[in-house]
């Protein structure tokens, strides 16, 4: 029966190679098993690659074959092993990669005039693709679901690094924040509100609504397209912007209301079923001093309270501060470079250099004083710190740096354990690259399960 597959195989694959010997995008670039590959879906990943805001580069073909081949193998044993994604699945994953498009595109119209088709098509397209990527990752998941590793393993893996190539382990530290935003009274942001219903009326009375977006408008991504935000469904934008968009007309003005980011009024300029294209103006309200003020306050309120005892760190953080990423974890910072675990030991060459001058001067387990910092978007806010710990510059071992050397160990056997899985299944299987890809440093394993085969 495998011979009878393979022939049939080989007849699709010379039919196909022969359709393409002018290089057309459905010519074949391998065979998996029952399943073939063509040049337009390593071209459809590549383009997906761009619109990531990449920069042009053919040989991420070569990964783009592989990763193919990869997901050809794993959605063929998940049949086998009945693995199932679910079609909301399919399409939260496709509209999550829609709006990065957009984005990244700057915009519906863009996008469109890239893909040289409509958005609807496009994700029609995609979705079978989507679906393939995420059975893959489920199957990914069910080889390795048993893994797991012991302290024995973790010691393990240490012993088997040579002394002279234990990686250095930068000074960290862990640190929480109570962050306090100025807010605004109704009074303060009316100065604002007055604006934006200023410029509104301009525009009623018939003055341009682009020319006034780019001369009065905030926004800095929308303004120098006058106000342009292209196509977006209701997921994209803030709760109070979508219900607007979504409840006026084509060529309808909506009145001034408020977001989170300010004021702002818009115009809807066209709809397509469960997207809207609109362009808006914002006005954002200046922090006062008095605002600042009050701010100051609360957070010397909250730092004496603590300093008595009547309330803890992170129980504090987590009734009063403001910002919504640490609240809730004690007021706890993550790292960003490993959100995945929620490790909360940052490098010090990692940490805003703000929080980075305060923590230098403080001792474990002390709290500094409110002090005003700048946000990454340039707003003033203060923050209470507390330095829960702290570790010098050192070479890995096992007493400070466990629960990283468990994750090297976790992903070493996760790796091999997959690896073995591929190596035997691609002996298993019927495989032929095209000789255009067999070159790729990328598939040299692949090719040389192929001259075994043979």
């Not at 992170?314 to 675990?341: H, I, R």
């Not at 071992?397 to 994750?407: C, G, I, R, V």
Request: charged share 25%; glycine share 4%; net charge positive.
């Amino acid at each position: 029966m495998r011979k009878f597959t393979v022939l049939i195989l080989c007849f699709v694959m010379s039919v196909f190679t022969a359709l393409g010997q002018k290089k057309s995008l459905d010519k074949v670039a391998a065979v998996v098993g029952n399943s073939i590959i063509l040049n337009s879906d390593i071209e459809h990943e590549y383009d997906n690659y761009l619109l990531q805001g990449n920069q042009p580069n053919p040989t991420i073909k070569c990964q783009v074959l592989q990763q193919l081949l990869t997901q050809k193998l794993l959605t063929q044993q998940a049949v086998i092993d009945s693995v199932i994604v679910k079609d909301d699945e399919v399409d939260n994953e496709v509209d999550r990669r829609m709006r990065r498009f957009i984005q990244n595109a700057g915009g519906q119209d863009k996008l469109e005039a890239f893909l040289g088709k409509s958005i609807i098509q496009y994700k029609d397209e995609i979705r079978p693709d989507i679906r393939e990527l995420l059975t893959a990752q489920r199957m990914q998941q069910k080889i390795t679901e048993k893994v797991s590793v012991t302290p024995q393993d973790v010691k393990n893996y240490f012993n088997s690094i040579p002394k002279d190539s234990l990686p250095s382990i930068n000074k960290e530290v862990e640190i929480a924040q109570i962050v306090f935003n100025p807010k605004l009274t109704k009074e303060e942001k009316q100065l604002s509100r007055d604006k934006a219903e200023a410029l509104r009326t301009r525009i009623k009375n018939g003055e341009d609504f682009g020319t006034l977006a780019t001369l009065y408008s905030q926004d800095p991504g929308s303004a120098p397209a006058g106000g342009d935000l292209g196509f977006f469904d209701r997921n994209m934008m803030a709760k109070e912007f979508t219900a607007m968009a979504f409840k006026l007309k084509a060529g309808e003005i909506s009145p001034v209301f408020e977001t989170e980011f300010g004021f702002h009024f818009l115009q809807v300029i066209e709809r397509r079923g469960e997207q809207v294209h609109v362009r808006h103006i914002l006005i954002i309200p200046a922090i006062t001093q008095a605002s600042l003020d009050r701010a100051k306050i609360k957070a010397d309120s909250i730092y004496k309270v603590i300093k008595t005892n009547k309330i803890d760190f992170s129980a504090a953080a987590s009734a009063f501060s403001d910002d919504n990423e640490t609240k809730y974890n004690g007021g706890m910072l993550l790292n960003a470079e490993d959100v995945q675990n929620r490790s909360t030991f940052i490098p010090t060459d990692k940490l805003d250099p703000q929080v980075a001058l305060v923590v230098d001067t403080m001792k474990v387990g002390s709290m500094a004083p409110p002090a005003l910092f700048t946000t990454q978007k340039n707003a003033k806010v203060y923050k209470i710190l507390y330095l829960k710990s702290k570790t010098d510059a050192h070479k890995a071992n096992l007493a400070q740096d466990f629960p990283k050397l468990k994750d090297a160990a976790s992903e070493t056997k996760i790796n091999k354990t997959v690896s073995n899985w591929f190596e035997k299944r691609r002996k298993e299987t019927y495989i032929n690259i095209d000789p255009e890809y067999q070159t790729c440093d990328q598939l040299k394993s692949w090719v040389v399960n192929i001259a075994q085969a043979k």
